[in-house]
């Protein structure tokens, strides 16, 4: 289910729609999206809010500008700092003394840069690699912090040391210094400035307010695991180490407010207003500067990365701030709201060459904003009824042969690991008396799909489809999507779903949400598709046995034309993609009359003829005469089996 796409999709198309995430904070957030929201209960809960914790939180973001004016306070800029090993001299780590830039730098190429002798702050333009401080006149390379991947330079006795070692053996997180602010004036204009005095005060006044408030703050202690393990080397060790002294007072205040609505529907709305806010809000958020959303939020990548210039935005936020609690209200909460209650889907058309989109609305009714929690009994289905639960869905209680499709986005083999990240938000969540899970004392799971190991990973995506099989129609679909780079991925999911008792019947080339490039040999060739694998019960594929010929040539005809009709857009597509795209076009044309292990093993066996028809694939895609144009070209003795 993960953020609830299917069952919104699934309930404007009318049916009655079952979700199952066995992570509470993926449910928590479907069950508010899903559920009543009603817009002037929650428009009203909010404007209190704004009139009282809202005021409080924006306090501690005020500071003057260079004349004395007091101003918002947008961001504040900090800067990670570790000892040298060798002198204990103080380093701190930045990769470039630029700043702040625009997202488009050729246009604007007007940048922010700091003196790392005085700390004044200045323009300067992006490429420049030589400066000289109005300030104090010291000249450096903008371009060239202390910080260089992974090792940093010690500015005194000019050794390079590894960064994380050195934070590791030190056995607390790095130190932040504050370094700059950007302020709103009140006319409206931002403007950069160093820190001062008054600053560092304002944050220590901060600190010393959250030793004295009672206040609900995480304790969940970060728990190891494949994307926990580098935080874990930087000796973090709670959830609650991913925020200041600033932000935890702040998002305590609020938190506590919020707890107080009676309402319990506008409040879990607010709530997951909250939440949102959360990965905005933390010493894991970055700068992405001018011209787009300025805050980075520190899930950008899917990975935990500790983040060595972070940004602390205004919690509560100003009208022209990023990722704040007031401007995700507006920008989430309420045009959520608006979809619900007018639905629409996007229609893309090219006028003279460009590529416009448009709402198309009235395709499908309101929703019903109506969840129930418990399963339907057979026939006491109510027409377009959403049925939200948490639990793994290797087993689900539900009847048998009792749903018609299966839609989902299963985890992928080697990827990310859901509910290491999720752990961030349980450990806010678990705090409530009335959200899911809250019994529950991390959102990390046994049964969980995913497993460094490749045979577990298997197994347990096939203990679930397994259970998809038993409580699908005989005529039902199950849908899924699958993403992997190596061969053995592909080997393992036809496994899992043929031994579950499902063929493949169809597979559609889809863009990624991001490309992966693992391993990293293929970074230079990332793979940018998805596949949408379609199954249907084996027993019910009317298809019948061909020869591995008649395979091959259909499966190359297939792969031609969904590459040809993926690309009608203008995309970029791999060698990888190629190979990805043939293998699952080979998967649908291998099952009917084999087994599993035939399947795989024939799969096995044309590997070495995969590799080479995916150039020849790739060569025929951007060639107008693909066959003839290949063999004149001199295609190699590889190429070749391609065109018998
Ligand atoms: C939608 S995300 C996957 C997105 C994308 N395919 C990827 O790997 O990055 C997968 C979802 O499956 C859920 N999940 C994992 N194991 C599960 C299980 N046994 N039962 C139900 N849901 C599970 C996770 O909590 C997560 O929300
Ligand atoms: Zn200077
Ligand atoms: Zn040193």
């Known amino acids: 289910m993960g953020s609830g796409t299917t069952i919104g999709e699934a309930h404007k198309l009318g049916y009655t729609a079952i979700g199952r995430d066995i992570n509470p ?119 060239q912090g202390p910080a260089r991947g992974t090792h940093a330079e010690c500015s005194h006795c000019h050794a390079q040391f590894p960064i994380a070692k050195t934070v590791r053996k030190s056995g607390r997180p790095p130190e932040h210094r504050l370094y700059a602010k950007l302020l709103l004036r009140p006319d409206g204009q931002k403007v950069y400035l160093p820190t001062t005095d008054e600053d560092s005060q304002s944050y220590v006044a901060a ?39 600033r932000q935890l007072l702040a998002l305590g205040w609020l938190h506590r407010a919020i707890c107080r609505i009676e309402d319990k529907d506008t409040r879990d709305a ?136 299966v839609v989902t986005d299963p985890p992928f083999f080697d990827n990310v690991h859901y509910s290491e990240l999720a752990d961030f938000f349980f450990a806010w969540q ?20 995913q497993d460094t190991d490749a045979q577990r990973f298997a197994a347990k995506l096939q203990a679930v489809l397994q259970e998809c099989h038993r409580v699908l129609t005989d005529s039902g679909l199950l849908v899924f999507t699958y993403h992997h780079s190596r061969q053995d991925g592909w080997l393992s999911v036809c496994q899992a779903c043929m031994n579950a008792g499902f063929c ?57 034309d969904k590459a040809s009709r993926y690309l009608q857009r203008p995309r970029r597509f791999s060698k990888n993609d190629m190979r990805v795209l043939l293998t699952s076009q080979l998967l649908v044309e291998l099952c009917p009359g084999r087994m599993a292990s035939d399947v795989t093993n024939t799969l096995r066996a044309m590997l070495p003829r995969i590799e080479a028809a995916k150039l020849s694939l790739l060569h025929e895609l951007h060639n107008p005469l693909p066959a003839v144009r290949a063999v004149e070209s001199g295609a190699s003795q590889e190429e070749l089996p391609l065109f018998r």
């Open 25 to 143: 904070v993926a449910v928590e957030a479907v069950r508010i999206a899903m559920g009543r929201l009603d817009r002037a209960a929650v428009v009203d809960a909010f404007r209190s809010l704004d009139r009282d914790v809202g005021q409080r939180i924006r306090r501690l973001y005020k500071a003057k500008d260079a004349r004395g004016v007091e101003c918002d306070v947008l961001y504040y800029f900090w800067v990670k700092a570790v000892r040298c090993p060798l002198c204990s001299n103080r380093v701190e780590l930045f990769s470039s003394y630029v700043i702040a830039r625009h997202a488009f730098a050729a246009r604007n190429p007007v940048v922010q840069v700091l003196c790392p002798q005085c700390g004044e702050i200045f323009p300067s333009t992006y490429k420049a690699i030589a400066e000289t401080c109005p300030a104090c006149n010291v000249q450096f390379d903008p371009q």
């Open 207 to 245: 600190s010393q307010e959250l030793q004295t408030q009672d206040l609900l703050l995480p304790t969940l202690r970060i728990a190891d695991g494949h994307n926990t393990r580098q935080v874990l080397n930087y000796a973090y060790t709670s959830w609650r180490d991913f925020f200041n002294h």
């Open 270 to 405: 607010l709530f997951s207003v909250f939440s949102s806010s959360l990965e905005f809000n933390n010493m894991f958020a970055s700068y992405k500067g001018e011209g787009t959303g300025a805050v980075r939020h520190m899930f950008s990548h899917h990975i935990l990365k500790p983040e060595r210039t972070p940004i602390e935005a205004n919690v509560w936020g100003t009208e022209k701030s990023s990722g704040a609690f007031s401007t995700l209200f507006k920008s989430r909460l309420l045009r959520c709201i608006d979809y619900r209650e007018r639905p629409f889907e996007v229609s893309l058309s090219k006028l003279r060459g460009r590529s416009s989109s448009a709402k198309v609305f009235d395709s499908s009714a309101a929703f019903q904003g109506r969840v129930k929690t418990d399963w339907p009994g057979r026939g006491e289905d109510s027409f377009r009824g959403i049925y939200l639960s948490c639990g793994s869905s290797h087993s689900t209680g539900l009847p048998s042969g009792s749903v018609d499709y």
């Open 430 to 449: 678990q705090l409530r008396q009335d959200a899911v899970g809250t019994d529950l004392c991390t959102s990390r799971q046994q049964d969980e799909v």
């Open 504 to 560: 493949f019947v169809n597979a559609h080339p889809v863009k990624a949400e991001m490309s992966v490039a693992t391993p990293k040999s293929q970074a230079k060739d990332p793979i940018d598709i998805d596949v949408l694998l379609v199954c249907r019960k084996a027993r019910s594929d009317v298809r019948t046995y061909s020869g591995e010929d008649t395979v091959w040539a259909c499966a190359v005809e297939r792969t031609r």
